[in-house]
């Protein structure tokens, strides 16, 4: 009996036709291995895991694989995605015991949870040097068996080497000038000049680090910080990671030059990327910048929106490619013939040189991803609007990826932050509204009276998992944002509720801070990592929301806890920078105040909203901005704070110190 039908999972529904008999995360399946005195298979992966995915159908999907398993292990499967607590504890065990980790992830437990046995992805028959699935399953059938000391042995040693790991929490102090610099060096030194981005292949897109660049250049004029943004940015934008027909980045190029992509689109990236490419327009005034902020904008509204104002997860990188077959980036790879199909010759012609398609492929079987080398002409703007207008159109009607359609909150929270201020930024309400409605729709179905969130939801039904630190933190953000763009002082409250159960379940007397709660579900090991990885850590995330939570309140408390968390910045900053760029992000705004701007007026004066838009396109890091009537009680920033003969104002504030007001929008640009 497969147990997965039931969940809310869209990872779990995949596997809920299995011959194997998986159970969901829970007590339940521990117990069962216990009774039934077998080891726990243990498989970790999520909806748009193309490895997951090639697993499941090799091996998951056989029946002589799923009969020995069903009949030797209890067999349990996890979305990392809903239980990221789950997958970060085991992931450390996989990582000191090979060195490596990924997904799909098999580990192999005793029924206490113990770990024993370590892997990700391995084939139904031997291959590159990895043993095959069934070997592996009948070796450690057999010495479970035949050697269970020895294997209580080794599980109880990785249980002890895990809960010994302690932390350091990166001494007393702040970070500042040195600990910056430090950072912009480090990452001048793994600079990819001539491509873009840090390091080699497969290269993510750097998007904590590049908000690092952007704030650091704002504080202190760096030109080297903002080069190295605007460079990788240009650079991600024509290449083929970019979807240059639909907006929004896949996950990551597996080449140095961001040609060939993994092609499965994920929430949190497009949302982090967004706002990236809005502040490097505040930067520059970039027409790229801005193009690629509002078509990424429109992706994730027309791509991701959920029937209930949500945002879902991920678009899979597989689709069938017209024969039956799923095939990774069949939806997004074009050939010559295929062009020549969807324009006539002539066009085919035109788009092959604009988009980069060659006869030879850029990518599998002839096939090419679609980039922009060069910038077309003025004389071929128009035709090159109506080849993509009709290339998009002909790929409509290719099978689309699948969706994985779960609302997960902290990525909603960083889509929420990055709709608010695109929205804002370019004049485009809509966005304000999608942001708002997500918003609405996470105070509903993921908070509960107690301020208490749940992490994800599908279909308008909330699932079963508590939300971690980083849900908290992404949500408040993203929160915060839409109070600055919105003047409705209520989101600046919602923020307040979850950053006070940040304070009272998340963090330790030392200021450190735990991804789980403290009345979170016992695992092995609690988990705990300040390093910024796919997204913001919960850590570092945290440590942003509570700061410009504290600008806008005035909150010692949530001032003195997000300094307590920045110690880790002071000691990983200049070590580690491309693997805390979220927390180096932070600490610019730490070292700029952050400044509040407050901006009073009548909500329909025109000068008004010239003030309060110039507010909100200020460089200065993390400036938080309240809008709205002189005396009222949206935001504590706006209380006395009156007109200035009359007319509307808006006060810049730093380290408890105001400047003189001003009613002239071009004054309080060069303020800020």
Known sequence: MNRLAGTTSPYLLQHADNPVDWWPWGPEAFEEAKRRDVPVLLSVGYSACHWCHVMAHESFEDEATAAFVNEHFVAVKVDREERPDVDAVYMEAVQAATGQGGWPMTVFLTPDAAPFYFGTYFPPEPRHGMPSFPEVLDGVRAAWADRRDEVDQVAARIVEDLAGRSLAHGGKGLPGEEELAGALLGLTRDYDAARGGFGGAPKFPPSMVLEFLLRHHARTGSEGALQMASDTCE???????????????????VDRAWVVPHFEKMLYDNALLCRVYAHLWKATGSDLARR????????????????????????????????????????????????????????????????????????????????LPQEAGPADAGRIASIRTRLHAARERRERPGRDDKVVAAWNGLAIAALAETGALFDRPDLVERATEAADLLVRLHLDEGARLT?????????????????????????????????????????????????????????????????AETLIRRPQDPTDNATPSGWTAAAGALLSYAAHTGSQP?????????????????????????????AEALLDGPREIAVVGAPGDPAFQELRRTALRATTPGAVVAAGAPGGDEFPLLRDRPLVAGAPAAYVCRHFTCDAPVTDPAELRARL
């Open 235 to 253: 650079a991600m934008a024509r290449g083929g990671i970019y979807d240059q027909l639909g907006g929004g980045f896949a996950r990551y190029s």
């Open 292 to 371: 690629v902020a509002l078509e990424t904008a429109d992706f994730m509204v027309r791509e991701l929106r959920t029937p209930e104002g949500g945002f879902a997860s991920a678009l899979d990188a597989d689709s069938d490619d017209g024969t039956g077959r799923h095939v990774e980036g069949a939806y997004y790879a074009w050939t010559p013939a295929q062009l020549a199909e969807a324009l006539g010759a002539e066009d085919a012609a035109l788009a092959a040189v604009h988009y980069g398609v060659t006869e030879d492929g850029t990518f599998e079987h002839g096939s090419s991803v679609l980039q």
């Open 558 to 586: 949530h001032r003195a806890a997000a300094e307590a968390a920045l110690g880790v910045v002071k000691a990983l900053g200049p070590r580690a920078p491309r693997f805390i760029g979220w927390g180096l992000a932070v």
């Open 455 to 519: 992490r994800t939801s599908k279909d308008g039904r909330a699932g079963d998992n508590a939300g971690v630190l980083e849900d908290y933190a992404d949500v408040a953000e993203g929160f915060l944002a839409l109070a600055a763009v919105t003047g409705e002082g209520v989101w600046l409250e919602f923020a307040g509720f979850l950053l006070d159960g940040v304070l009272a379940r998340f963090t330790a007397e030392d200021g450190a801070l735990y991804d789980t709660a403290h009345d």
